[in-house]
């Protein structure tokens, strides 16, 4: 393979052996998040079961077997993080976060509430423990479906049916019309 006029386009020798380098730093790399599927489901959403898995891990023991927990407000553990703080470790914009934590509320697994730390007002996570083993032992003992359907099996039903094919045309008679 030619080398273009930026030289990005390489002969496959040298593309594999930087495919080859890529996959020993990736497999290096520490920045990782350990995501469980389990909080998707329990969440219902992708981004309020990433936000769970991450409060999670942040009540996780350290390698050490301490807490990684350094906020305690009225005696019960809590994480204190602003809005945008999550982007850096895990990528959702504040916005998503809102959505999450409502989420993540309403399900009553979080309790959140507004406090100072360092003299800033900052939201600060109470994750919900007992509300949190009740909805996951749920979810374990609930049989699993895959939320696609096979062709033909929608639980929809369609707003419109094909009543007559003519020269290539589609004719079209609308159900549901009011």
């Known amino acids: ?58 009540f996780l023991p350290n390698k050490e077997g301490k807490t990684k927990i350094r906020v305690i407000k009225r005696g019960r553990p809590c994480i204190a993080k602003a809005r945008h703080d999550w982007w850096d470790e895990v990528r959702i914009s504040p916005k998503q976060y809102d959505r999450a934590v409502g989420i993540l509320r309403k399900l009553g697994i979080l309790r959140t509430k507004n406090h100072r730390f360092n003299g800033v007002p900052i939201p600060h996570l109470f994750l919900q423990q007992k509300q949190l083993l009740q909805l996951i032992n749920k979810e374990l003992t609930a ?12 639980p929809f039903t369609p707003k419109v049916k094909v009543i007559n094919r003519d020269y290539g045309k589609d004719y079209f008679r609308e159900y549901n019309k009011r």
Do not use: C, H
Request: glycine fraction near 6%; proline fraction near 4%.
């Open 1 to 58: 393979m030619e080398k273009d006029i930026l030289g990005l386009l390489e002969d496959d020798a040298e593309a594999d052996l930087r495919f080859n380098d890529f996959l020993l730093w990736e497999q290096a790399s520490r920045d990782t998040v350990d995501f469980k599927k389990i909080y998707v489901d329990i969440a219902g959403d992708l981004i309020a079961g990433l936000l769970l898995s991450q409060i999670v891990y942040w």
């Open 143 to 154: 049989p699993k479906e895959n939320p696609t359907f096979p062709k033909g099996q929608s």
